[in-house]
């Protein structure tokens, strides 16, 4: 599908708070409507889509976290993304955001 579906309210404030490779990753993840796997992500393939260098790649992804977008999982690498940030107060488990959805990749 060509199509995304993403919440307007957490699409106007990403672009807010987010540096443009930040951006860039946001709308990537929050773009996808199916679980990523170890072959549609990682910084070769975000390049490819994207045009981000790995180092804006790793800066924006060390950014998604620190700002609530991405949370570490158990396996090294992998995330869960939500549209709208966790604080890190909240347990991660029981949020669940208004209108987003949660992907695990």
Same mark, same amino acid.
């Given at each position: 599908?060509?199509?995304?579906?993403?919440?307007? =309210?957490? @699409?106007?404030?990403?672009?807010?708070?987010? &540096?443009?490779? +930040?951006?860039? %990753?946001? #709308?990537?993840? $929050?773009?996808?409507? =199916?679980? @990523?796997?170890?072959?549609?992500?990682?910084? &070769?393939?975000? +390049?490819?889509? %994207?045009? #981000?260098?790995? $180092?804006?790649?790793?800066?924006?992804?060390?950014?998604?976290?620190?700002?609530?977008?991405?949370?570490?999982?158990?396996?090294?690498?992998?995330?869960?993304?939500?549209?709208?940030?966790?604080?890190?107060?909240?347990?991660?488990?029981?949020?669940?955001?208004?209108?987003?959805?949660?992907?695990?990749?």
């Amino acid at each position: 599908n060509i199509y995304a579906r993403i919440n307007k =309210e957490a @699409l106007f404030a990403a672009r807010r708070e987010l &540096t443009d490779g +930040e951006f860039s %990753l946001w #709308i990537f993840f $929050a773009s996808q409507s =199916e679980k @990523l796997t170890d072959y549609d992500f990682g910084p &070769t393939i975000i +390049e490819k889509e %994207l045009g #981000i260098k790995r $180092a804006k790649y790793t800066s924006a992804i060390d950014g998604l976290v620190k700002k609530g977008y991405l949370v570490p999982v158990e396996r090294k690498g992998y995330y869960d993304f939500y549209e709208i940030p966790i604080d890190s107060d909240d347990d991660k488990y029981n949020y669940i955001a208004p209108d987003g959805e949660k992907f695990s990749f």
